[in-house]
């Protein structure tokens, strides 16, 4: 054991001489490009008219893959827009994609909607509530015209679920949650594929073929060209890029051909060709006459997959753990309507935010009774002023497999430790239960290296144990576990997880529907479910159950007979 931890030091002393944590982020005063002023006075955000807003989110993007957090990637775009701007480096998201994109959309943890476990699934009869108010929603109530171009992926069993129905005013883009980027195919599970773009609430066959950043940067261009500027505008830009599968055009993977790792060569690609999508969006601002009266946000959805290329050094983990690595995202406001521009923000916000922010600088009506989770932060981001937000809860998962050794006596008796859950409130974060992969993964390692000093710092930091406590501001690395010596505040901390779990909501999470299969839908994922079928959740994780019994027994033998259909397709195929 003494072996494994003097590995461990060498290691970490050997990385620090390379200089991949020579880097200071945890002192903002150094990397702050612009001073604050104490004397100089903030003034409210006035706008001459409302300001269009132009969202957009990348996929799987990795928190060391962008120009300005020292990558080996190049991202101009995003550089010279984030150093114009306002960089966000205590920004936080979620791990995977679906919780992150229902609480952009939302304001509300995941907690509060019942998507707290994993995402949606294509054949799952799940969808963002029907009973919440969304942000697009809300911004067609403040006069925006609204429009969705990307990625879905917050459910589409039933028509009323579709974005064109959740606020959208037109939407280009797949529903599912990871397509081929020419064809648009989609499989889930052997045999059971399908073709997933679609146009409003259609498929749009015609359109397979170009690359889908490409395609979603022009129909941004398009609706710019056709739309006025003297009308406010929202467009929701969700890049299918950077997520699986690794493809990109050609003339991009050339620009990596000294890379020797290959996945991290052909994401690399990917992320330059986003760069330039963003490049050619910001072009059709300035071009049309929106730019002098806009707001462009950029944020990813979680953390960089490291198998399938993606990076988050320094930090630790990846996609889908609650390690910083896959909750701490990369964000930045670009607009001429900053009032304190060129600078880093070390305020902390949460996706959560964008919802009662955006709201807010459009002129719309946020109230309390509303019971979101977002602040508006504008003002923080704006005039540098402090955060309104104080504490993240990263989310209370009681359906993922509890941690072996967890126990409610560890817990204080108030708290089941064996539970996957995570806090941050001011500089300290908590995390229970398995909070998933924790390696630190260097740029251009194999994960499953022999013998690798980072699995070994693993092994020795993640036995027997079901909690963890670290400073996040001093020690944004997480690598000195203060649980024992502040059992204080692991008690306050696990407090707070017991307030948040009272308001929780019931999981929605039901078994997967066969009449969602492509095959019953012409070759496309679509709408299965009809729109008169009444359907009510009722607790943790079980099925629909609908409130017309006679329906119901109609659907259940409609179920059986597609049960039985699929199961003879299948060992056709087979």
Not at 95 to 115: D, E, K
Not at 200 to 210: I, L, R, Y
Not at 327 to 340: K, Y
């Amino acid at each position: 054991m003494m072996a494994v931890y003097a590995l461990t030091g060498f290691s970490f002393v050997s990385l620090l001489g390379f200089g991949y944590l020579s880097w200071d982020w945890i002192k903002p005063s150094l990397v702050s490009d612009v001073s604050m002023d104490p004397m100089e006075k903030s003034l409210p955000p006035t706008f001459a008219s409302p300001p269009h807003i132009i969202f957009i989110l990348t996929d799987d993007q990795g928190y060391h893959d962008v120009g300005y957090h020292g990558s080996d990637i190049q991202t101009p775009t995003l550089d010279r827009l984030a150093a114009e701007g306002v960089k966000l480096e205590n920004y936080y998201i979620q791990p995977i994609c679906t919780p992150s994109r229902s609480q952009l959309i939302t304001g509300r943890y995941q907690i509060h909607t019942g998507l707290q476990h994993s995402i949606i699934r294509p054949r799952q009869p799940n969808c963002l509530p029907l009973d919440r108010v969304t942000l697009p929603q809300k911004l067609q109530e403040a006069g925006y015209s609204t429009h969705m171009v990307g990625k879905w992926h917050l459910g589409f069993y039933k028509k009323e679920c579709l974005p064109t129905r959740r606020g959208f005013d037109t939407f280009l883009g797949s529903l599912t949650g990871n397509v081929d980027y020419y064809t648009y195919d989609n499989c889930d599970g052997p045999g059971v594929c399908g073709y997933d773009l679609h146009e409003g609430e259609n498929v749009a066959w015609g359109k397979s073929g170009k690359y889908s950043t490409v395609l979603y940067a022009q129909r941004v261009n398009k609706i710019l060209a056709t739309h006025s500027p003297k009308e406010p505008i929202f467009i929701y830009v969700a890049f299918q890029a950077v997520h699986t599968p690794l493809q990109s055009p050609k003339e991009y993977i050339y620009r990596y051909r000294s890379m020797g790792n290959v996945a991290r060569r052909k994401y690399a690609a990917m992320v330059t060709c986003m760069d330039e999508a963003v490049k050619n969006i910001t072009w059709a601002l300035k071009k049309y006459g929106y730019y002098d009266n806009s707001v462009i946000i950029f944020s990813t959805d979680n953390g960089g997959q490291t198998f399938s290329g993606g990076s988050n050094w320094p930090l630790r983990g990846r996609k889908g753990t609650y390690w910083e690595g896959g909750v701490r995202g990369i964000g930045f406001v670009h607009s001429p309507l900053i009032q304190r521009k060129r600078r880093t923000s070390w305020a902390l916000v949460h996706i959560t935010d964008w919802y009662p922010t955006l709201v807010t600088l459009a002129g719309g009506n946020v109230s309390a009774a509303e019971g979101l989770d977002g602040y508006d932060v504008w003002p923080a981001i704006s005039e540098g002023k402090a955060s309104p937000r104080t504490e993240i809860l990263h989310n209370i998962d009681p359906l993922y497999n509890h941690a072996k050794y967890g126990s409610l006596a560890d817990g204080f008796g108030i708290w089941n430790t064996a539970v996957q859950a995570s806090i941050r409130v001011g500089e300290w974060k908590l995390l229970t239960g398995d909070p998933g992969y924790s390696d630190w993964i260097p740029p251009q390692t194999l994960t499953n290296f022999p013998g690798s000093w980072w699995n070994l710092e693993r092994l020795t930091h993640g036995l027997r144990k079901s909690v963890w406590l670290f400073n996040i501001t001093a020690d944004p690395y997480e690598r000195d576990d203060l649980s024992a010596q502040r059992p204080d505040v692991v008690r306050a901390l696990l407090t707070r997880l017991v307030h948040y779990n009272r308001t929780a909501i019931p999981v929605r999470y039901p078994a997967e529907n066969p009449r969602a299969h492509p095959d019953f839908n012409g070759g496309a994922w679509g709408p299965w479910a009809g729109e008169d079928e009444a359907e009510e959740w009722e607790g943790v994780g079980e099925r629909l159950r609908s409130k017309n019994r006679k329906k119901k027994c109609k659907i259940c033998k409609l179920r059986s007979f597609f049960r039985k259909l699929n199961t003879r397709l299948m060992s056709n195929r087979i």
